[in-house]
């Protein structure tokens, strides 16, 4: 069974801060999304890395994903109040179903 | 297209009575998957299909569950029998075949009273 282990399980920061999340994992992935979930919606997908060692920036959001592409990490840059919500790593596996950690729940103060 | 559509959103019924859920992907998705969210935990996986064919069932989807996808676009879940422990989010997701990511709805959020 692949797991992902995404730490820490809370955040909370002031609004302008910087942050990392981390999503950590003993098997090799093909792919990795990250996504954002907000209560009672779905998840909205962020980012798909492929390749180990690549680096994706989106705004303020910068995701690396380990050279043995079984780790990945999320930074944001000077974070917002809407920055706040669950965010999710998913490995996808062969088959295309993927597996997802339990989340960092991210709440930014103004 | 705007994107996966699921409906319900929100489901209550009693313990021992029958759910159906309905999944729309995106139109061009030949994929499609059924996950479930518990609080405080991440989507778990419980069956995906390629076109009309159901290619793999989680462990966690037990005879009361059921899923079809019969013309290859929309798809249905049903529980039979619902139990207080089937109460979570249901997403449904979609991708393209060789797509690495999925897009999921906004889900339905099933309680069973």
């Known amino acids: 069974t692949q797991l992902l282990e995404q730490s820490p399980q809370f955040l909370s920061i002031q609004e302008g801060e910087n942050l990392t999340v981390y999503c950590n994992s003993s098997s090799v992935f093909s792919s990795l999304q990250w996504y954002r979930q907000e209560p009672g919606e779905g998840p909205v997908l962020l980012v798909t890395?492929?390749?180990?060692?690549e680096v994706k920036k989106l705004k303020r959001l910068t995701f690396q994903f380990g050279d043995a592409r079984k780790d990945s990490s999320l930074h944001i840059t000077a974070a917002q109040p809407g920055d706040t919500g669950l965010y999710l790593c998913?490995?996808?596996?062969?088959?295309?179903?993927?597996?997802f950690g339990d989340g960092t729940t991210l709440t930014v103060k103004p | 297209d705007t994107g996966v559509s699921q409906d319900p959103r929100h489901k209550i019924t009693k313990r021992g009575q029958n759910v159906t859920f309905r999944c729309d992907p995106i139109s061009e998705h030949n994929r499609l998957y059924w996950y479930r969210q518990t609080l405080g935990q991440g989507p778990e996986f419980l069956t995906y299909f390629q076109n009309e064919a159901q290619l793999e069932k989680s462990r966690l989807l037990s005879d009361r569950f059921s899923a079809e996808r019969p013309k290859g676009s929309f798809s249905t879940l049903e529980i039979q029998r619902t139990e207080q422990g089937d109460s979570a989010m249901y997403l449904c997701?979609?991708?393209?075949?060789?797509?690495?990511?999925?897009?999921f709805g906004q889900g339905t959020r099933l309680t069973v009273v």
């Open positions: 998913a490995g996808a596996g062969n088959a295309g179903k993927s597996t």
């Open positions: 890395v492929v390749t180990g060692g």
């Open positions: 997701a979609s991708s393209l075949w060789g797509a690495p990511e999925a897009f």
